[in-house]
């Protein structure tokens, strides 16, 4: 899988809006070249909730672990709750195992930042994690569809 199948996989899903900042706009200069996706069947970018999933291409100042810089690699992130979290990469001690290596590609891992609320992170999906990814970004916008849905 690479980013631009990915980005079409999850504008596919119904109703989503994909954030995707574009060098000279006026988001930050950080979030240029990224996405963030969010069920908003309106087609507006919601103002007071998180994305289900996100696209990240370089390396944030507090988020390098992964190592996306130079590029070439990027980071699908995944709200997964922490239930699936601990299903996904298991749990060692009540906590959540945390990876040795963020930068590995192909697997899926607790978010080197948000892990403990329940995100996954994937760098470069390919072969081994393709499948499931899929699936769990599925279910990541049917949960994000579901919350908007109750709070309407």
């Known amino acids: 899988?690479?980013?631009?199948?990915?980005?079409s996989a999850v504008r596919g899903f119904e109703g989503v809006v994909d954030l995707a900042p574009e060098e000279g706009s006026e988001?930050?200069?950080i979030a240029w070249g990224d996405h963030f996706f969010y069920?908003?069947?309106d087609g507006s970018v919601p103002q007071n909730r998180q994305p289900f999933a996100t696209i990240v291409t370089k390396d944030?100042?507090?988020d390098?672990?992964?190592q996306l810089d130079p590029g070439g690699r990027w980071r699908l992130n995944i709200?997964?709750?922490r239930a699936s979290l601990r299903e996904l990469v298991g749990e060692v001690n009540g906590e959540v195992d945390g990876a040795?290596?963020?930068s590995e590609t192909d697997v899926i891992l607790s978010h080197p930042v948000y892990g403990p609320l329940g995100w996954i992170a994937v760098v470069n999906p390919?072969?081994?994690t393709e499948s499931v990814v899929l699936e769990l970004l599925a279910a990541a916008h049917r949960d994000d569809l579901r919350r908007v849905e109750r709070r309407a």
């Open 64 to 66: 390098a672990q992964s």
């Open 60 to 62: 944030y100042p507090d």
């Open 100 to 102: 040795s290596d963020y």
């Open 39 to 41: 069920y908003s069947p």
């Open 1 to 7: 899988m690479d980013l631009d199948q990915a980005v």
């Open 27 to 29: 988001f930050p200069p």
């Open 79 to 81: 709200h997964v709750g």
């Open 126 to 128: 390919g072969p081994r």
